[in-house]
């Protein structure tokens, strides 16, 4: 059963994320783009250190931690900052004859905290990956 000290933790961290995410400051394109080059950075810095993590923990050869799990973790990100302008933008869409001549546009919000839950068998790539995904629309995340 947790502690009392982690459950108020917990709703401490909960609050301060919807504050953060109330005050706007993740909606910019900036911000999102600045998260995405910052998980870039860390599969290019922190390389080493994760192969090394892979192998104690799942016995995993250097190669494979690149291949399955921090190269396409750098893909996923880098992807989503080089597409990331065009999914922000708001797309018109059609209106039936009888809402003209008004004008419909679909344009796609962020939720707000987001929680992911990554399993262990590619735990960095199956953890980052919705954690792009969700930073890349502007939530904020606990991963």
Not at 34 to 52: V, W
Request: glycine share 8%; net charge positive; hydrophobic share 45%.
């Amino acid at each position: 059963m947790p502690s009392r000290t982690a459950s108020l933790d917990t709703t401490a961290l909960l609050s301060d994320l919807r504050g953060v995410f109330a005050s706007g400051r993740t909606r910019g394109l900036a911000w999102r783009l600045d998260q995405l080059r910052g998980i870039e950075r860390l599969c290019d810095e922190r390389e080493a250190e994760i192969a090394a993590a892979l192998a104690e923990d799942l016995g995993r050869p250097p190669v494979d931690a690149w291949l399955g799990d921090i190269a396409s973790t750098k893909a996923e990100a880098t992807y989503a900052r080089k597409h990331l302008k065009g999914w922000m933008r708001r797309r018109r869409v059609p209106l039936s004859l009888n809402q003209l001549p008004g004008r419909g546009w679909v344009q796609y919000d962020p939720l707000g905290v987001v929680l992911v839950i990554g399993p262990w068998n590619y735990p960095l790539y199956l953890s980052l990956a919705p954690l792009v995904a969700a930073l890349a629309a502007g939530n904020c995340t606990v991963v």
